[in-house]
């Protein structure tokens, strides 16, 4: 992919919590890379404060553009595009470095590039490595995503494998808060894991069946909280370096091996990491052996480069303006932007109409209490404000249909929809004496023809990659529900309860919701 002249891109990112302009040329030439964190100011919090991160970034937007211009001896009269993050992230965040891209963009007349911030860690590689030139494998793992992507060409990408619950960054954050270190995590876990024994506690290491690339740190993170929960109520000390050398340990391997049998079963030669999570000092010593043994071209970005830049951005944008990628100033934040058909903002598979039936007509009798249990406030809000913010901020979701109590409609109108704006919910309907009742009345309103999700209300921590997923699976299989492995054991019993028989755990699991058909 050549350009026959020099391209001087003004690169934005502002996706969570640092500011960030860059003069990149060419994709791989940095002329400028001035960042603004707010890590000082969001350590009060013990993480990112989505609100304070916005204000920050509307107060030093304007400064870093400034001065990464006059660090690259340039104006804007020598830009020959702007490129700038769109999603995913924080969405008052993205929404600051948007508006300002627009703005120069619409003042000067330049062409507007949007990025995908997952493409921008990985194109990090290029500023770093001139000889890098695709297709090879890349790991991008931070606080917000564990991907691991073949990079078949410039912009064009192949998703092996993700992340089925927490990102390794989120884990890195959530231990080292549980064992007193404080925010941010991953740079703090891998300075104290050095002190550490990395085999003084075995901690789970999770494979996903059926997808034996994707990743899951939910249960070592649970793993690790359950351990010092233990300690505290058997009133035993523990080492927080051994603690924190012994997680560091079960990532890294989980991370390192899922890479390299993706390497070897598809004969990759080249190897990349990127994201945050890449600047650990074990996870870049077990990569670099790892490759090492395997005559593996092993790549990685600079710490610095690892941390959300534009810089990378600058980069990622080079190579969608070259190929003809133009965004016009419609441009909206996207903060569950995804990865649809396994390419990124291009070559988008036409979308079926998805209607979500929410059912909040459940009287909760089980949690002892006269307040429905959807109606609950969890957090100061009611729980099934959560599922339907969900549905509402997610773009595979085009409708909600919401089943309530007899005689909640209009509480639920006034209370939640209006109070909230949930804009996608089109009708309100009374449920029935039974659940099955409740969803045939939902279904009875449905006007367009598309995929149904079946979601109870009263479960509040559905997420967007749950609604992706579902999507996925369905137009496979037609059908398809979310579930659990079941961990306790099972057993059978008679009507005199008497135990018969114990099912084998392994083809067990817990089923909840979504439904989707």
């Known amino acids: 992919m050549k350009e026959s002249k020099d391209v001087t891109i003004l690169a934005i990112e502002s996706s969570c919590d640092e500011t960030a302009a860059a003069v990149v040329r060419n994709g791989r030439e940095v002329l400028s890379n001035v960042i603004s964190s707010q890590i000082d100011l969001h350590k009060l ?16 937007i304007n400064q870093v553009i400034e001065e990464a211009l006059k660090e690259a001896g340039k104006t804007l009269d020598d830009i020959d595009a702007i490129g700038v993050t769109y999603g995913p992230g924080l969405v008052g965040a993205l929404l600051v470095g948007v508006a300002a891209a627009k703005a120069i963009a619409w003042a000067r007349k330049i062409p507007l590039v949007g990025v995908h911030h997952i493409e921008g860690h990985i194109s990090a590689n290029y500023i770093e490595h001139p000889d890098l030139e695709p297709p090879f494998l890349c790991l991008v793992a931070s606080g917000g995503h564990t991907h691991l992507v073949k990079v078949e060409d410039y912009g064009k990408y192949e998703i092996l494998g993700r992340t089925r619950d927490d990102a390794a960054g989120e884990a890195y954050d959530k231990v080292a808060r549980a064992i007193g270190l404080g925010y941010p995590g991953g740079p703090k876990i891998d300075r104290i894991a050095k002190e550490g024994n990395p085999d003084a506690v075995k901690f789970p290491k999770a494979k996903v069946d059926g997808a034996e690339y994707d990743f899951s740190f939910s249960g070592l993170k649970s793993a690790v909280l359950n351990y010092i929960n233990g300690c505290k109520m058997k009133g035993e000390s523990f080492d927080p370096a051994d603690l924190a050398a012994s997680f560091q340990k079960a990532v890294v391997e989980v991370l390192v091996g899922n890479s390299m049998k993706a390497a070897e079963e598809l004969g990759i030669s080249k190897f990349a990491i990127a994201g945050g999570v ?8 077990a990569m670099i052996e790892a490759c090492e043994k395997r005559k593996m071209k092993f790549y990685r970005p600079s710490p610095i480069l690892c941390t959300d830049n534009a810089a990378m951005i600058g980069a990622a944008a080079y190579y969608e303006y070259i190929s003809g990628a133009r965004a016009g100033l419609d441009l909206n934040a996207v903060p569950n932007l995804n990865w649809e058909n396994a390419e990124m903002n291009k070559d988008k598979m036409e979308k079926s109409y998805c209607t979500a039936i929410v059912l909040a007509a459940g009287s909760g009798k089980r949690m002892g209490t006269t307040t429905h249990k959807q109606y609950l406030l969890m957090g100061g809000h009611p729980v099934l404000f959560y599922s339907l913010r969900t549905f509402q901020e997610s773009e595979f979701i085009d409708e909600i249909i919401l089943v309530t109590g007899k005689d909640e409609q209009e509480y639920c109108r006034k209370e939640i929809v209006d109070q909230y704006g949930f804009t996608k919910v089109s009708r309100i309907v009374e449920g029935g004496a039974e659940r099955f009742n409740s969803v045939w009345n939902g279904l009875q309103v449905i006007k367009r023809k598309g995929y149904v999700y079946i979601h109870d209300g009263a479960r509040p921590f559905i997420d967007e990659g749950i609604i992706e997923r579902a999507y996925e699976c369905v137009c496979k299989s037609d059908a398809c529900i979310a579930g659990m492995p079941v961990k ?4 059978i019993v008679n009507e005199r309860q008497r135990v018969e028989s114990t099912p084998d755990r392994a083809t067990l699991w817990a089923i909840q919701t979504p439904q989707v058909f």
Request: aromatic share 4%.
């Open 45 to 60: 919090y013990g993480g990112v404060v989505p609100e304070i991160a916005s204000r920050k970034h509307i107060e030093k």
């Open 278 to 285: 890449a600047s650990n000092s074990a996870l870049r010593a």
């Open 488 to 491: 306790d054991t099972i057993k």
